[in-house]
């Protein structure tokens, strides 16, 4: 039942070139050399059993960026579109490079299900063979050098996207994050750091790289979130006898199925509680991956990509009523 909770498994390496300085202190002759030199080793060939293909990032238009941002493909500094930005990625998006963020490289894999192990399997095997061709600045006690002390040492941050309706109506989820800080690991919002956990989806991820292994962060990440698996389907199973949550799971759904103008944040709030009727047996016309597909393509940048042209907040909300209303049609 873990697909009932976890949205996705995500792995992120923060990499710096041995030969070059931060990119804070890096000209923007250095800046697209060592783009250039990433793009030679990662594309036009198999790189790793991977087709990956390089996006100049200045060269891509606004709503494309923010929908990056919106699919986790990319930060929102990375956003951007500053020179000697490159985004290298396969087709399907699962694996990414980012080649001038904070770092020179961000090597991100982000798989749709409860398996963080493989995605750091994935990185991993990447990490190596980058670092054979563009040798990756490292120091025996240190462990690999970043340009903020925060990532020194893996230079990894392991997440793990979760819907937690049930903790967060119980409002357990502020006393779940002060005892995940004391081991090591921290809860916030979809979209990290002071982000709303809007339609109750957190992300979980390790706030320790120094003086841990990767093997070991990513233990302690799998064993705690298989322990808030736990406590979110324990809490829901108390929730679903009550005939008033019962009740808000059914508004929810016919609001969104007959609905002609919605916000992003009333949507997101009814698919969440659509999702859980879902995953109790209450709604058997719709599909767990029509909703999470949903909750991806009602976002304001998506909306705006999808129609190719800006949008006012009531134009989104009229396109975004449509799109809801023709996924759950019943079929």
């Known amino acids: 039942m873990s697909d009932a909770v976890i949205i996705s498994s995500r792995v992120r390496l923060a990499r710096n070139l041995r030969d070059y300085p931060f990119p804070n202190r890096m000209t923007d002759a250095g800046r697209d050399e060592i783009c250039e030199k990433v793009k030679a080793v990662t594309c036009g060939k198999d790189f790793c059993g991977y087709k990956f293909m390089a996006v100049k990032m200045e060269d891509v238009n606004e709503f494309d960026r923010v929908a990056m941002v919106e699919r986790h493909l990319i930060s929102p500094e ?42 750091y399997e994935i990185a991993d095997n990447l990490d190596t063979e980058l670092d054979k061709h563009l040798h990756f ?3 025996k006690r240190l462990g690999y050098l970043t340009q903020c002390p925060t990532n020194l040492g893996t230079g990894m941050r392991a997440s793990i996207m979760m819907h937690l309706p049930a903790l967060k109506e119980s409002r357990t989820v502020s006393r779940i994050a002060a005892n995940l800080s004391k081991l090591g690991l921290v809860i916030r919002g979809a979209f990290g750091e002071d982000t709303e956990a809007r339609g109750a989806m957190y992300q979980i991820s390790n706030q320790v790289s120094l003086g841990i292994s990767e093997k070991a962060a990513i233990d302690n990440l799998k064993s705690i979130t298989e322990q808030l698996v736990n406590s979110e389907l324990k809490t829901r199973e108390t929730m679903m006898q009550s005939f008033e949550y019962q009740d808000k799971i059914g508004r929810s759904y016919g609001i969104l199925i007959t609905a002609r103008l919605i916000s992003h944040k009333e949507a997101v709030k009814l698919l969440s509680n659509l999702r859980v009727g879902i995953c109790e047996g209450l709604i058997d016309s719709v599909t767990l991956e029509t909703v999470d597909s949903l909750m991806l393509k009602i976002q304001p940048a998506s909306i705006m990509r999808l129609k190719g042209t800006r949008l006012t907040p009531d134009e989104r909300d009229r396109v975004r009523a449509e799109i809801i209303r023709e996924e759950l049609k019943f079929r």
């Open 78 to 119: 990375f956003a951007s579109g500053d020179k000697g930005k490159f985004l290298i990625t396969t087709e399907n998006e699962e694996i990414s490079i980012m080649v001038g963020e904070e770092d020179h490289l961000r090597i991100q894999v982000i798989l749709p299900t409860f398996d963080i192990e493989k995605a």
């Open 137 to 139: 600045a490292f120091d």
